[in-house]
Every structure is written in C-alpha cells, then in structure tokens.
C-alpha cells in the first residue's frame, strides 16, 4: 500500500503524542494539516510564522525522529505557512510591506508626521499646567517574570511574552493576546513584559494602559478637539500595552481610533500587548476589521492552574513574605482552591493574618476553618466536567456517549445542551468548551447555542429541560 501525507504524518503524530504533553500535543500538532508527499518530503500546512519557529525551536529532534521512522534516512520536512486572508488574496501586513498592499487602511487623514518639530506633544497623563512631555510607562515593577511562575496552564503565554520582551516588534506575534478568566495574571504578564524591555531597552516607549482609561482619554481629546493629537501621542510608543481590550466593545469611536494607531505601530514594527478576558472568536461588538488584527500574531490562553503549579504559587508567596509553613497546610490550601491565583494567595493571606492576629499557630484546623469561609464566599464556579455530568445523568446516558460522534437525535441535543449551559455558567471560550465536550470546535459550539435557543422557543417539551438542567444547576 502507497503511503501518503496523511497516513506518514498520522504515524508521526501516535509517536509524538507518546513523547510529549498532552497539552502541547494539543497546542502544537493538532493544528498541523498534512498537505502532500513528493520525493520523501512531507509538506505540513502550519498557522503562523511564529508556529513554525516554535516548533524549530523547541521539537525539532522529535519531528526528526518520527519522519525518519516512517521515511528513512533521506525524509524531508517542508513548512507551508498559511496565515489568515484578511484581504482577498493578500496577506497580513508584517513589517515591510509594499505601498500597494495598503489600500485598506484609510490612515491618511489622522497621520501626523513625526518630524513636526513646532507642535507640542500632548500627552493625555500630564494634569493640565505642569509642563512635562516625558511619557510615564505606567508599569508595575512589582509585576515580574521572576514572581510569574509556569506551570502547563501558562506556558505558552509565558514563553511568548518572554520572546516578545526579548525583541520587541521583531517577532512573529505581533500583537500578542493574552486572554483568560478573572485572576490568572494576565496583568501581571503585560506588566512584566513592559519592565522586561524597559530594563533591555531603555530607550523605548514604553506605555500599560487599561481600555476603560484609553476610552475616557479618546472622549476627552474629541471634547477638546485634540482627537489627531491624541492618535499622534499613541503613534510614538514604541510598545503599547492594552489591558482588558474587551472593554472596547460597542464603543465605535474608539475602536475606529484604536484601528489607525493599531496600523501605524504595526507596520512601523512597534509592538502591540493585548490582554482580554475572551479570546478573539468570542468577544462580542468588536469591528472585524480589528478583530481579524487581532488574530495576525498570536492569541495565547491563561488556564486555570493544576494542582503542582499551585503549590508553587503558594511557596513563591510564602518565600518572598518570609514565611515558613508545613507542607500538608500548604497541600490542603492548593487541592481545595482551584478558582485562580488570586483567590489562592487571597487565601494564604488570609491563614498568616489569622495567625498572627490571634496568636494562634498555623495548623490544618485552622487552615480548614479559612479555606471553608473562604469557599463559601467566592461565587460557585460550575464547571464543564460538572455540567455534563448533569446533563448526561439527567438523560440517563454516560459522558462517554454524550461526547460520541454520534449523530442520534436525543444525544445531539444532550450535547448541545452540555454547550449551551457551559457557555451560560462559565467564563470559558468557545474553542474551550468545544475541545471538553467531544473535541469539537468553535463553530459547533455557536451552533449548538443557537439551536438551543431556537428550540426553547418553539419546542415546548425541549423548554422543560433547560428549565429541568438550569434548576440543577443553580442549586
């Protein structure tokens, strides 16, 4: 039997998956298509430039090892990089791009050149009557690689960020999005990127800015009529940091203003950081035309830590306050908080006060007696694990079936219902949900929503068990 790229790189694939994490198998080669195979060369189709370098960098030797299994000695690996299609048939803008491939972004009328010498720099964080145009960065530099720990749940994102504040506007992920649920760090990472190129290069702008102050800054220059100034001020950093860059959403001005200075800096290879509590495919009210920038570098998730990264965390913390405590309380704090980082140094916080305030030593009773009120009051997280099991019990089926290929029409709507209650009861992106419920994509998800909602409203007994899992679920 012939072989074809299919199958050699399937085999690859069952030797990879052996070799590694099952989360970078995940991140790193389940996106890999395998387009042909001519003359022992295997050309693989890859999403970015910066996927490519990725996988040169850090499995190399394994690719090497899997193809030659299944090729020989003479086997050959060929990169088809293939990047979103945002105009027709041209590709993204990257730094040096020819004038033709411009005419889609309409900068002309808000571009003021640099080489103005007679205007004054306006710069929206100088309190009106001090005369000073140096621009604060707004870092933190308490916010650092050192106290951002990795674990699987980050390492992605901490590894781009790393490369990012190493050559700033030279990479291939540009912008870099970080998105994830409420106290993963994903401020502290576009912190520590800022004070990491600060310290490299000090001779960059370098500026952190929440969204919500960005908008109130644009609001104000329309007021004064300082809407060009305003665009000139953000079009001389040279790395922009934007924190919470959902918080755009509805508001059009804005996003029509962050469009130009977003161009600008991209093509004159500044750096852009982005920090979202979705990722692109669910924000809503957001212009394609800026979400599909968004997606031109790379989009990079924050999870939820595992139970090894959080003892780590809380170590860090112990260490860094001088702080000594037993192993088995540290144990206890990570296996019963699992929300977020914050929560968990909220709570080791929270155990020292105690102790120290009340003269009473650190123990495991008393570390119960703060992780119980501490539980009790952060809002119930419902998890996905949790919703199939409701929805599968409720259904008197097992997950297993639940998540099945199968195209059967009560376990169809069993599954679309697992996705509509994840969607409704937890912060996790479309692409998430897809990939616990059955491996699923994005669009599936959407799908599986929408059929839901239409089906409530025209289906009386399809109502009662969304009315039925929803009661279940709020218990």
Not at 66 to 85: D, S, W
Not at 141 to 154: A, H, K, Q
Not at 169 to 194: D, E
Not at 370 to 395: A, H, L, M, P, W
């Amino acid at each position: 039997m012939s072989k074809t790229a299919k199958s050699v790189w399937n085999n690859c694939l069952l030797f990879i998956k052996d070799n590694i994490q099952p989360q970078a198998y995940k991140t790193w080669f389940e996106p890999i298509v395998a387009v042909k195979l001519t003359d022992n060369a295997l050309s693989i189709q890859v999403p970015s430039k910066f996927f490519y370098e990725w996988l040169e960098e850090h499995y190399v030797k394994i690719l090497k090892v899997a193809l030659t299994k299944e090729l020989g000695e003479t086997a050959k690996l060929v990169y088809i990089i293939k990047m979103e299609n945002t105009y027709g048939n041209k590709q993204p803008f990257t730094e040096k791009i020819p004038s033709s491939h411009r005419t889609a972004v309409k900068s002309q009328d808000v571009d003021i050149p640099l080489n103005n010498k007679s205007r004054e720099l306006k710069n929206p964080f100088i309190i009106p009557g001090i005369r000073n145009v140096k621009i604060e960065s707004q870092l933190n530099p308490n916010y650092s690689f050192e106290n951002f720990l990795e674990g699987d749940s980050n390492r992605l994102a901490r590894s781009a960020g790393l490369a990012v504040a190493s050559k700033p506007g030279g990479t291939s992920f540009n912008p870099l999005l970080i998105f994830g649920h409420v106290g993963l760090g994903k401020t502290h990472l576009a912190h520590a990127i800022g004070v990491d190129i600060k310290d490299k290069y000090p001779e960059k702008t370098v500026l952190y800015i929440s969204a919500e102050k960005f908008t109130q800054q644009y609001i104000e220059a329309v007021k004064k009529n300082n809407r060009n100034d305003f665009i000139h001020f953000y079009q001389i950093i040279d790395v922009l940091i934007i924190d919470d860059v959902q918080f755009l959403s509805g508001k059009s001005g804005t996003q029509d203003v962050f469009f130009h200075i977003f161009n600008h800096l991209h093509q004159n290879g500044k750096q852009v950081v982005l920090t979202s509590d979705k990722a692109p495919v669910d924000m809503q009210d957001i212009e394609q035309r800026l979400l599909s920038r968004f997606k031109w570098g790379l989009s990079a998730e924050l999870q939820n830590p595992d139970f090894e990264t959080r003892v780590s965390i809380l170590k860090n913390k112990l260490y860094r306050d001088g702080v000594i405590m037993p192993d088995d309380i540290v144990d206890y704090i990570a296996k019963n908080i699992k929300s977020n980082v914050r929560e968990l140094e909220g709570a080791i916080i929270s155990l020292i006060a105690q102790s120290s305030f009340n003269k009473k030593e650190v123990t495991l009773d008393l570390a119960r007696v703060i992780v119980e009120k501490f539980v009790k009051n952060t809002k119930r997280e419902v998890s996905i694990d949790y919703i199939q099991k409701v929805v599968s019990d409720y259904f008197q089926m097992d997950i297993e079936t639940l998540q099945s290929k199968t195209r059967k029409r009560h376990i169809v709507q069993a599954r679309q219902l697992a996705m509509f209650f994840a969607k409704k009861f937890t912060k996790a992106s479309l692409a998430s949900i897809g990939s616990q419920i059955g491996k699923r994509d994005h669009a599936t998800v959407l799908h599986a929503c929408k059929t839901v909602d239409n089906l409530s409203s025209t289906d009386k007994q399809f109502r009662k068990y969304v009315e039925d899992i929803t009661k279940k679920l709020s218990i």
